[in-house]
């Protein structure tokens, strides 16, 4: 019969989605490893505070929320359920938020030094959005 048949183009796709997530996880851990003791639960400042922008923070400001942000294409990619895959719009919505407070931070703990970083590397990939630039005003 044909059982199976009509879903037999999906798999590889269902692969790669769980390749990327793979990666994913990898790619987190780094991230995780690379924030050392500057890692926190909530934005804030912790003592000796340093400004990290090697390993993963050339590429990106904001790597953890980067690999974050794949989970919605992986779950498309694994299931393809676009309902699944748009719910995620709403979990998407807590990382670019946190992301912006966490800026306004760096910028008053920083000052120039961040916002020249912030013109090298972008908030999520090596490529600076346009608009995205949340840069305060340095007293």
């Not at 340093?50 to 942000?69: E, W």
């Not at 699944?84 to 709403?90: D, P």
Request: with cysteine; glycine share 8%; hydrophobic share 40%.
């Amino acid at each position: 019969g044909t059982s199976g048949y009509c879903c037999a183009w999906y798999i590889p796709i269902a692969w790669l989605g769980t390749i990327i997530g793979v990666l994913d996880l990898i790619g987190f851990a780094y991230v995780h490893y690379s924030m050392g003791i500057s890692w926190s639960g909530t934005v804030t400042v912790k003592q000796d505070h340093k400004l990290i922008t090697t390993g993963p923070y050339r590429f990106a400001r904001h790597p953890m929320y980067s690999v974050v942000l794949l989970v919605p294409i992986i779950t498309l990619l694994q299931t393809s359920n676009w309902l699944y895959a748009l719910s995620w719009v709403i979990a998407i919505a807590y990382p670019v938020s946190r992301c912006r407070k966490e800026e306004r931070l760096m910028q008053e703990l920083f000052g120039y030094e961040y916002r020249s970083y912030m013109d090298d590397v972008g908030p999520f990939c090596p490529l600076a959005l346009p608009g995205w630039g949340n840069k305060t005003e340095l007293v």
